[in-house]
């Protein structure tokens, strides 16, 4: 006879997905422990519970932690001459929350988790590159634009081209703009919107629970034992069965729910794999009777002789007596005996399997408010002139009278002239000096002027205009002269133009004669000589002057030492005879020849 006894074991397992975040520098989790304050998004990091992370929000112009003033200028410059005006505009932006917002935003998550703190802002990585962190940006900008042709309003554009991904770091912007974008970029800074946005693309990383999972099961579990024995002894040999059915059964209903959301490349294999092995370990536990939970309770122990009434005989009482006077008691014998044992547990699991994602990052900051709070700050704002002092220049001409263009020809190389401006009130200021040359080459293509330009560097008052000079003046005869003679001395001035004159006297001669009366004295040709002295040395020159010629006027220019007499002496020439008069001391730069009036010059 056989007993069974059903014992139905229920176990149930749920599986949960959903998403978390991974980023290379820190794991954060996507929607669990995420906060929303302030309008920042606090994501929790995946290991500390009480760790957060805060996702930029918008680009925004940096503030100088020691001025606490807009890291930021705008300059409209305008030329007196016309020649060039514009603008210039350079800042420097931030993903960087200011930190008394993050203190602000600090105490605030605090409350809400206790113990809980911001330990700084995801990090974002170029869009699209999974190796490189360097993260572009774009100036949205009309005026900001290089656009080719003649409706750019913009000359240059310097961006640092790195977005500030990393906590702590800023990108640059800079541009020169024509008058007309400076103008209109000023104009929009006014206004609630300006002319001016950032762009950010980019992405962070997200580490996803691609499969969590928690399995519950209560379980329970009932041991039958079923005893029985039938003993026969009839005439023949007493056999003594003994047969132990113990029988368990056990029903279960399983449960799983899997999500797998498209896109994310999760491997559902990797999810079976899982709830194979979960349900193995289950069934272990349910099943296997050798250990654990299931193993099986210890069988009774079956006396030898369970008959009652039935005394087995020694050898020799059986040898001698044989059965006796014994009563008999038949060997046939039904025997049951029932035994129930109950075990109850509980089974509980949870599993996890991470993967990752790239969560996009797009944000557009408007450079606005900016000089509605900060106008009339003339360090941010400022509208300059290029004749300031710190860029003013003065331009100094030297000239060398084209008077001078013979004595170049005949007596001098050339003249250089040595120029020196010093900065006396600014003492770590160095001097600014520089040369000009003139040689007769200079001279033959009348180019008597030149000129040089040094800078104010900010000196007030006429201060500026004073400077020093000195000329070396090179002869032909290779004699130098510098005026002033002291090597390291200097002339003085302030004059915009300088005469250039060599250290002598130049006297400008006209001679003329009477070509009529030359004629009747039958003079040929009239010779002056003139002497003088040039640095001491003793110099001579001559012209002629011909009857017959058309213009009998002659022009001489003498370069003579100063306050030293010209003499000169004339010649008189016949077809004949040479008259030659005595020297005289000039006394005119006229000279109005004419002939001898005491004889003629033949008589001689």
């Known amino acids: 006879m056989t007993m069974r006894y059903f014992n139905p074991v229920k176990w149930i397992v749920s599986g949960l997905l959903f998403f978390s975040m991974l980023n290379a520098e820190a794991v954060v989790l996507y929607d669990e422990g995420r906060q929303f304050i302030d309008g920042v998004s606090l994501l929790r990091d995946k290991e500390d519970p009480k760790a957060y992370y805060y996702l930029p929000t918008v680009p925004a112009i940096a503030i100088d932690p020691v001025t606490q003033k807009p890291r930021m200028m705008l300059i409209k410059f305008v030329d007196p001459a016309g020649k060039t005006s514009g603008g210039l505009v350079h800042f420097l932006f931030t993903l960087d929350l200011p930190q008394d917002r993050i203190e602000n935003i600090n105490k605030q998550l605090e409350k809400k988790v206790p113990g809980a703190s911001i330990r700084g802002p995801v990090i974002l990585r170029a869009e699209g590159d999974e190796e490189s962190d360097k993260t572009s940006f774009k100036i949205i900008s009309s005026t900001l634009s290089t656009k080719s042709g003649q409706d750019s309003f913009t000359t240059s554009l310097v961006t640092s081209g790195v977005a500030p991904v990393t906590p702590g770091s800023q ?191 797009n944000s557009t900051g408007n450079m606005s408010g900016i000089y509605k709070a900060w106008g009339e700050d003339n360090e941010l704002f400022r509208v300059v002139g290029l004749n300031d002092a710190a860029f003013e220049k003065r331009e100094v001409f030297f000239e060398v009278d084209p008077a001078y263009y013979e004595t170049f020809k005949e007596s001098i190389n050339s003249v250089t002239v040595s120029f020196a401006k010093k900065y006396t009130s600014r003492p770590n200021q160095a001097d600014f000096t520089s040369e000009i040359v003139f040689n007769h080459k200079d001279i033959e293509k009348a180019s008597f002027s030149k000129s040089l330009i040094y800078p104010r560097l900010g000196l007030k008052g006429s201060e500026w205009h004073d400077y020093e000079y000195r000329t070396v003046w090179s002869f032909r005869d290779g004699k130098t002269v510098a005026i002033p003679k002291e090597l390291k001395s200097f002339e003085k001035s302030n004059s915009p133009s300088i005469s250039l004159a060599p250290p002598a006297q130049l006297t400008q001669l006209e001679i003329d004669g009477d070509a009529a009366a030359m004629a009747e004295a039958n003079i040929r040709r009239a010779m002056v000589e003139f002497s003088y002295k040039l640095l001491g040395d003793k110099k001579s020159k001559s012209v002629a002057l011909l009857p017959e010629s058309k213009e009998i006027l002659q022009s001489l220019s003498l370069l003579h030492d100063k306050q030293t007499p010209i003499r000169y002496r004339i010649k008189w020439y016949s077809k004949t005879a040479v008259k030659t008069e005595d020297w005289r001391d000039l006394d005119d730069t006229y000279m109005l020849l004419l002939p001898p009036e005491d004889k003629k010059i033949d008589d001689n």
Do not use: C
């Open 171 to 361: 990108a640059a912007v800079a541009a020169r703009l024509n008058e007309h974008g400076a103008t209109l970029l000023w104009e929009s800074l006014m206004q609630p919107t300006s002319d001016i946005s950032v762009a950010i693309s980019g992405s962070y990383e997200a580490a996803l629970p691609a499969y969590r999972g928690k399995v519950n099961a209560d379980l329970n579990t009932v041991y039958d034992h079923l005893f029985r024995i039938f003993n026969q002894q009839k005439g023949y040999t007493k056999t003594e069965i003994r047969k132990q059915f113990d029988e368990l059964t056990r029903n279960g209903v399983i449960e799983v729910d899997v999500t797998d959301r498209e896109g994310l490349g999760v491997d559902s294999s990797r999810m079976a794999s899982l709830m194979n092995l979960v349900t193995e370990k289950l069934v272990d536990m349910l099943f296997d009777t050798t250990q654990g939970f299931s193993k099986l309770p210890e069988q009774a122990d079956i006396p030898a002789n369970v008959v009652e009434g039935r005394q087995k005989k020694g050898f020799l009482a059986e040898l001698f007596t044989g059965s006796g006077d014994q009563e008999y008691v038949t060997d046939d014998q039904y025997t049951l005996r029932e035994k129930q044992e109950i075990k109850r547990a509980t089974f509980s699991m949870v599993f996890t399997q991470n993967t990752t994602i790239k969560v996009p990052f």
